[in-house]
């Protein structure tokens, strides 16, 4: 079956703990894996942002750690500092998955959670 590069969306808001962001970034990567029937070796890059008050963990370090439902090992993690922005939503990690699918697989799946489906509600009623 043919395969096209194709890009998720996710959020997830976090307490500022170790614990914490391992928990809700695990949780956020393995609903994006799921959701879309994404296989580690079709994943090109994750890359995340985080707000400027997440300061205890690296969210690409709390994913190697923790259980996202792949063996990621082998994927290229990034992580930097989303823009500050004045009056905007403190404690998030998003992500921006880029991977392979089938070619068949028209629908996209993105996930927000914890509390960041408001920054997308347009996608978290999927």
Do not use: W
């Not at 890059?45 to 994913?63: H, R, V, Y």
């Not at 063996?71 to 392979?100: H, K, W």
């Amino acid at each position: 079956m043919e395969k096209r590069l194709a890009a998720f969306r996710g959020a997830v808001c976090v307490e500022n703990t170790p614990e914490n962001i391992t928990e809700n970034v695990c949780l956020m990567c393995r609903e994006l894996f799921t959701r879309n029937s994404i296989k580690a070796e079709d994943i090109v890059s994750l890359q995340f942002t985080i707000t400027n008050d997440i300061t205890k963990l690296n969210p690409a370090t709390a994913l190697r750690r923790g259980d996202c439902g792949l063996d990621i090992t082998s994927v290229p993690l990034f992580c930097s500092q989303e823009a500050f922005i004045e009056g905007g939503m403190p404690l998030v990690v998003r992500a921006l998955l880029t991977t392979y699918v089938d070619e068949s697989s028209a629908e996209r799946h993105n996930v927000y959670l914890n509390g960041a489906e408001k920054l997308r509600p347009d996608f978290s009623n999927r």
